[in-house]
């Protein structure tokens, strides 16, 4: 394909998430909702579900008042709007970290005002490399294990998990080469660059890691360009179509990003770069992870 049809291509998927859940659900898949910022995806690859990041929206809060006050992230209030409106309905569960006070309150609220869809929570510690913090991780993996398997009626085996390890390791891989590569590529719009990071929260890994290295390979072939101002984006979200317009038409180029939705990863603090063995393997043991995200 050339550029520009998997440009496009990554765009449909980042605009409209809600097309893609209608369509995994139409194949008979069970999707499991992702909240930020990190969650132990592997697991629910390994389960043969569907890891669906659920980042809210640009959109006006009407019942999710009715559990947070105004000044609390509107990430977290938009989540639970959708909710329920029933933007997520048909997803088997959603996977919830406490990783601060407004996501706790998020998954508790979640419990009463979406009760269609299960609320599983992912509690990690503040320290984690000694033995009582990596025997509380490894439960609250256990726990996400035990509550998908309740909820969805699928089973995890530790095999399964090793591969799944390696596909998300893959698309770490990947990912980091993209962000690398898109550097040297000024004419990858402000708009078009966070639409390749945006949709991989709502496709499967492997099929989006092929997807990135086939741009990788066309990206090479056209060669480099030059000629705008770069620019690094940081904070939580920068993925407002009217923002990303203004560094487009300002000739600023997004050369790094330090946001938390965009997959750029060396690997996500819980997650380990092993390829095998047990679920302690995707604990946390390396590095940082940065993200550039999709709202929805």
């Known amino acids: ?45 390994a389960m043969g579900l569907i890891p669906m990041g659920a980042w809210g929206a640009d959109t006006q809060m009407e019942g ?49 005002a979406v009760p269609h869809i299960p609320f599983i929570p992912m509690t990690y510690p503040q320290n984690r490399r000694g033995e009582a913090g990596r025997a509380f991780t490894l439960a609250g993996y256990e726990r996400v294990i035990r ?33 690398r590569a898109l550097a040297a590529h000024p004419e990858i719009s402000a708009a078009q660059r966070s639409a390749i990071f945006k949709s991989a929260w709502f496709m499967p890994k492997e099929r989006h890691t092929g997807l990135v290295r086939e741009l990788l390979y066309e990206l090479d072939a056209a060669g480099s360009g030059g000629g705008r101002t770069p620019v690094m984006t940081s904070g939580i979200l920068w993925d407002s179509p009217a923002l990303l317009a203004i560094l487009d038409e300002l000739g600023f180029q997004v050369v790094a990003d330090s946001t938390a939705p965009t997959p750029t990863p060396a690997c996500p603090p819980w997650r380990g770069c092993a390829t095998s063995l047990p679920v302690w393997t995707i604990a946390p043991s390396c590095m940082t992870w940065t993200r550039s995200g999709r709202s929805w």
């Open 1 to 45: 394909m050339s550029v520009q049809t998997l440009l496009d291509r990554f765009q449909a998927v980042a605009g409209d998430p809600g097309a893609q859940l209608r369509a995994y659900l139409a194949e008979g898949k069970q999707v499991v909702l992702t909240a930020p910022v990190y969650t132990p995806e592997e697991i629910i690859h």
């Open 64 to 112: 999710a008042k009715e559990y947070f006050p105004a000044f609390i992230c509107s990430v977290m209030q938009s989540i639970l709007e959708l909710g329920m409106r029933g933007t997520y309905n048909g997803a088997s569960a959603i996977v919830i970290p406490s990783l601060c006070d407004s996501l706790k309150c998020l998954g508790q609220n979640w419990k009463y």
């Open 147 to 179: 509550d998908l398997e309740a909820a969805t009626g699928a089973q995890f085996s530790q095999a399964a998990l090793a591969r799944s390890i390696q596909v998300y390791n893959d698309h770490n891989a990947a990912m980091r080469q993209l962000d």
